[in-house]
Every structure is written in C-alpha cells, then in structure tokens.
C-alpha cells in the first residue's frame, strides 16, 4: 500500500517538481516512527508520530567517482587519512588511559576480517581489525584501490568528511526522521524499503550478508563486498539502496532514549535529534546515527536493514561498511547543484 499521509499526490513526472540532478522529490508527510517487527530493539521505541517537509534527496550513496571529484576540487584529506591526534583522542577515553605506541597513531582504519574461531556476538572486535592505511581510496588496505569502482559507495567516511562534502556540494545530511521516512518509499509502516517481504527470500532485495555471520558469506546476492549504487530494486520514492551496501551517516546525535522524550500522541515536526550525544557504552565518546544496515548485516547479528533499526557511530570512526547520501531544502533547488 503507497500511503502520503498528508494526502499529498505525487508523481515522478509531475512538471511542478524539478529536482536537482541525482536527486528525487520527497514529499511531506506525517508516520509513525519506530520498531516493527521481532527483530526491532529497544532503542527503536517508542513509536511516536512526526511530520516532515519536503525535500530532494540523492537518489543513490555518494560514489567513490563522486568524492573524488570533491577531493579534486578542494584537496580535502579525511580522517582516516591524517594521522591520530592523541591530545584530541585522550579526551574521548575514561581518565588515566595511557597513550598508546606511535606506530598505533598512524593514519588507518577499521577493516572487517572475519574470525572462524569466534565464539560467541558479544565482542565485535572479533571480526574487525585495524588497517594501518586503510581509507577510501584504499578501502581494504594499502594492498586494496578502488580502481573500477567508480559507482560503488566511497568507505571510511566520518561525520566530518560527510559534512565537508555536504558543504561544498551545497547540501546537508538527513536527519533520522527524514532518512527513515525517505526509506519507508511512501509505504504504511514497512519493516524494509520494499515492505514486509523477507529479505532472506529470493530475488534479494538489496545488498546483504547470506550465509552464516561472520565466517562465511555465500554472496547468494552476488556481492561480497559494495555493490555498484542501483544494482537493486528502487523504493517508491526512487532511491536506491535504502536497506544494505552501506551504513549512512545522519545529522543526529545519537541517543538510545531520545524517542522516550517526544510526544506518542501529537506530531513531532521535523525532529532532529537530542541536544547531545550519549551512548552508555562508550560514555567519553560522541556518536551520531547511521541508517539503513551494510553489506555485513545479518538476521543472526544485525537485521539492521530494517526502516526503523538506528545505530551509534562515533564520529571519528570510519570504517569499510560506512558512507553516505545527502538531502537538499525544496526551496534551496534554485541553487545550482555541483
């Protein structure tokens, strides 16, 4: 069922909507956001209603060929690539941590290398290592590139190379509500993008770990890895990969209680987020929420392909399973886009 809560029509083709190039129209609308499903946490509740404004969205992740002509542009180094300032990296960990051997200060990046020995889901280090020159143009290592992957989503951006980029192409990051109600397609409270059919059942849907988690990985879908944007089924909106290929980076702090402060019965207009960061995990630390589960999500650890699912990402961090796709303002599209 296409549902526009605000009985707003809208069509592709209407001439009245002129998105920038590699955008779509999303239109306004009201839904109730949070967990569906047996596989919903519980940072995904309480449901709660919100109204959003329209708004252009990129129709796909941003690209490796897409950042690259920023960084062309503008020189821009990302975090994975500069070295860790340990003075700014103290302030982020409990008191007294003793700072760690230069050779561990190095620029790198987090790499997901799977364990057979593992044990159990409790520690996801098990399955994740530190690769010293790991970044997005070297997404596996120094002995990785990106060479022909020009349409695959460009890795091993934080929140701040997101921002950057945002900056100079002259558009912001989604906030959560405006992700999530940009995933659902225009659907009546969907699990995934697609509805509620399982994502285990052929023809895949999007782009996922099948298999047994982390060990090995049957690429029934056809990827091991990214898969080129578009390789899948659009949602009703028009945007590709809303569930898998990459995590994305949103605008909001990250907060496991945040839904418990707004209103279960009046809309929330356009929310965006707690004031602050708080994770009880990692309490020195601040995240921001990423959206829509990666090529490594899997029913036995991360059904985070799910509309509603949120996790934290501390925004430092960047890892091979992490990107990003941007949003632009209705009444900002007279600007020229890059």
């Known amino acids: 069922m296409l549902l526009l809560s605000c009985g707003e029509k809208f069509s592709?083709?209407?001439?009245?909507?002129?998105?920038?190039?590699?955008?779509?129209?999303i239109p306004a609308g009201e839904f109730l956001m949070g967990g569906r499903g047996e596989l919903a946490l519980p940072r995904e509740f309480p449901k709660h209603p919100v109204r959003i404004n329209a708004f252009y969205m990129d129709t796909t992740e941003v690209t490796n060929g897409q950042f690259s002509e920023f960084v062309s542009a503008t020189n821009y180094i990302t975090i994975a690539e500069r070295p860790i300032d340990w003075e700014e990296l103290k302030d982020l960990l409990p008191p007294g941590v003793p700072k760690p051997h230069d050779s561990l200060l190095n620029p790198g990046s987090?790499?997901?290398?799977?364990?057979?020995?593992?044990?159990?889901?409790?520690?996801?280090?098990?399955?994740?290592?530190?690769?010293?020159?790991?970044n997005w143009r070297l997404p596996d290592g120094p002995s990785s590139s990106i060479e022909g992957k020009a349409?695959?989503?460009?890795?091993?951006?934080?929140?701040a190379d997101a921002q950057a980029y945002a900056e100079w192409a002259g558009k912001r990051l989604p906030t959560e509500a405006e992700w999530e109600w940009a995933a659902r397609g225009g659907l009546e409270d969907p699990i995934y993008p697609w509805g509620d059919q399982d994502i285990n059942q052929s023809p895949y849907m999007c782009n996922f770990f099948q298999g047994k988690f982390p060990e090995f990985n049957s690429k029934g879908d056809g990827f091991e890895k990214t898969a080129p944007v578009s390789s899948f089924q659009?949602?009703?909106?028009?945007?590709?990969?809303?569930?898998?290929?990459?995590?994305?980076?949103?605008?909001?702090?990250?907060?496991?209680r945040y839904y418990q402060t707004l209103s279960q019965e009046s809309n929330t207009d356009n929310p965006?987020?707690?004031?602050?960061?708080?994770?009880?995990?990692?309490?020195?630390a601040r995240f921001t929420v990423i959206k829509g589960g990666s090529f490594l999500c899997n029913d036995s650890y991360c059904a985070s392909y799910r509309v509603s699912a949120r996790m934290p990402l501390e925004i430092d961090a960047a890892m091979n399973h992490?990107?990003?796709?941007?949003?632009?303002?209705?009444?900002?599209?007279?600007?020229?886009?890059?």
């Open 272 to 284: 965006n987020g707690p004031e602050k960061s708080f994770n009880p995990q990692s309490p020195y």
């Open 234 to 256: 659009k949602n009703g909106f028009g945007l590709y990969d809303m569930a898998g290929n990459v995590w994305e980076i949103t605008s909001d702090w990250y907060d496991p």
């Open 12 to 25: 592709e083709n209407d001439k009245s909507v002129r998105p920038p190039k590699g955008m779509v129209y």
């Open 322 to 338: 992490v990107g990003f796709r941007l949003v632009k303002p209705v009444d900002a599209a007279s600007k020229k886009p890059r």
């Open 151 to 159: 349409d695959h989503p460009v890795v091993h951006i934080a929140f």
């Open 110 to 134: 987090m790499v997901f290398k799977p364990d057979e020995s593992r044990e159990s889901f409790d520690h996801y280090f098990q399955w994740w290592a530190w690769a010293k020159g790991a």
